[in-house]
């Protein structure tokens, strides 16, 4: 059983077996999360997002998936790149963003993680609605077959920290 918990915070301070960043197609870093993790994580992060674009990703990461690298100098095993959609005038595509969750756990259950710490994907400069984005969030980790034991919602402000956690503790239909 895979335990959902919440937590306000920088997502660069965890100590996770997988830290999730919200990255763009270029895997070459960006603002944000992207910004944060590349920063604090040091150098080897982004030599192993280059070999990747080198050899697998010549055209970008596209949107929706996800890869591993080395985690540097993070308290982490891995980092999880993923890249989540834009939201613009007209919207923007769920089941690319559920992608991104989805994704990223099955590469960590290919890694072996037991915990696995995510942004709140697309929210920060992709736009995406908070509310919205916690539901889609949390509803992809439920129904999603994994072994990981532990998956962190990691919010930097409170009123995304409020969203997410009254959406992971809403009652549910059912139980
Ligand atoms: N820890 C946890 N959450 C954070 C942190 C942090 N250190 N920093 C920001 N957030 P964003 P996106 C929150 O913009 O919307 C980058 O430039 C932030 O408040 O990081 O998917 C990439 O290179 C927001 O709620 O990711 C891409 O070009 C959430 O994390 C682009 O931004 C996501 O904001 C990706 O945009």
């Known amino acids: 059983m895979t335990v959902i918990t919440v937590v306000q915070g920088d ?23 992207d910004g944060a993790i590349h920063r604090r994580g040091g150098p080897e992060i982004l030599d192993a997002c280059r070999a990747l674009r080198a050899s697998r990703y010549g055209k970008g990461l596209p949107t929706g998936q996800a890869v591993a690298t080395v985690a540097g100098r993070l308290a982490a095993r891995w ?3 993923t ?11 769920p089941a ?8 990223s756990l099955r590469v ?14 697309s929210t920060g400069a992709y736009g995406w609605p908070l509310e919205d984005a916690a539901r889609i969030a949390v509803e992809t980790v439920r129904s999603t077959e994994t072994a990981v034991a532990e998956v962190r919602f990691v919010l930097f402000d409170e009123a ?13 239909p059912g139980g």
């Open 108 to 121: 960590a259950d290919d890694l072996g993680a037991r915990t696995v710490a995510f942004p709140a994907i």
């Open 11 to 33: 997502i660069t301070d965890q100590h996770a077996d997988v830290i999730v960043n919200a990255a763009n197609s270029s895997l070459l870093g960006g603002g944000g999360v």
């Open 83 to 93: 890249v989540g959609p834009v939201w613009n005038a007209s919207g923007g595509d």
């Open 160 to 172: 995304a920290f409020t969203v997410f956690a009254e959406r992971v503790h809403a009652p549910r």
């Open 96 to 103: 690319l963003l559920a992608s991104c969750y989805r994704e």
């Open 79 to 81: 980092v999880v790149h």
